[in-house]
């Protein structure tokens, strides 16, 4: 499974629609101070369900929504789109005979989220199913951020073990039996 693209419109500073292609197994962003190379790091994750406004670096979840500057009027709604080539069959279960897979989210001033997987409305949910045990997912080990090394060295066991079980694959089997429990 690769990351092809990413297609953001009215998220943080990228008010116009814009798509930004990955097209090799290695690409850099690079741009001066300000350009918003975070910002697309925290649309990868946004779209993969982040909850926490303060990992996204705001205050509050609409803060990732472009919010005007002296020449632009704020606008209304974010909305960011990943699509990952599944050719490897990357992402299993019911995906892995997509060789194409998307996901979207979009948030509205009102707070309001909606999902999409491959076009169809989806639950938070469903999105995050799909990359368990991947490294993929809002928190996982696939985006390494300044600090996060320090974070590991320093973290406690049991944290430590989360990390461990996520690269392992476990973590997809013991978040379905908590499941199954709480039935
Ligand atoms: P550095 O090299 O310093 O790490 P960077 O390229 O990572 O910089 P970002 O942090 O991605 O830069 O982008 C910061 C820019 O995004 C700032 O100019 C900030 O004003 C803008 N920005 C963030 N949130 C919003 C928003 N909701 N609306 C408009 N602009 C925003
Ligand atoms: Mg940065």
Same mark, same amino acid.
């Given at each position: ?27 850099a962003v690079v741009g +001066?101070n300000g350009c918003g190379k975070s910002n697309v790091i925290d649309a990868v994750r946004?779209?993969?369900?982040e909850?926490s406004?303060k990992n996204l670096r705001g ?13 632009? @009027?704020?606008?209304? @709604?974010? *909305? ?17 005979? &997509?060789?194409?897979? *998307?996901?979207?989210?979009?948030? *509205?001033?009102?707070? @309001?989220?909606? &999902? ?22 809002p928190r996982s080990y696939a985006i390494i951020e300044q600090g996060m090394i320090s974070r590991l060295i320093e973290s406690? +066991? ?26």
């Open positions: 499974m690769r990351l092809k693209s990413i297609k953001l419109a009215g998220f943080k500073s990228f008010v116009d629609p814009t798509t930004v292609n990955f097209p090799s197994n290695m690409c +001066p946004w779209v993969m369900g909850s406004a205050e509050s979840m609409t803060d990732v929504i472009f919010n005007g500057s002296v020449n632009r @009027q704020p606008v209304g @709604q974010a *909305s960011i789109e990943l699509v990952f080539d599944n050719h490897d069959g990357g992402v299993g279960g019911e995906y892995a005979s &997509y060789a194409e897979i *998307s996901i979207r989210r979009s948030v *509205s001033r009102e707070g @309001q989220s909606e &999902y999409f997987l491959n076009g169809t409305k989806c639950r938070r949910r469903d999105i995050t199913d799909i990359f368990l045990g991947t490294g993929l997912g406690k +066991p049991e944290e430590l073990r989360i990390f461990i079980e996520e690269a392992a694959g476990i973590s997809k089997y013991k978040e379905r039996r908590k499941e199954t429990e709480s039935r």
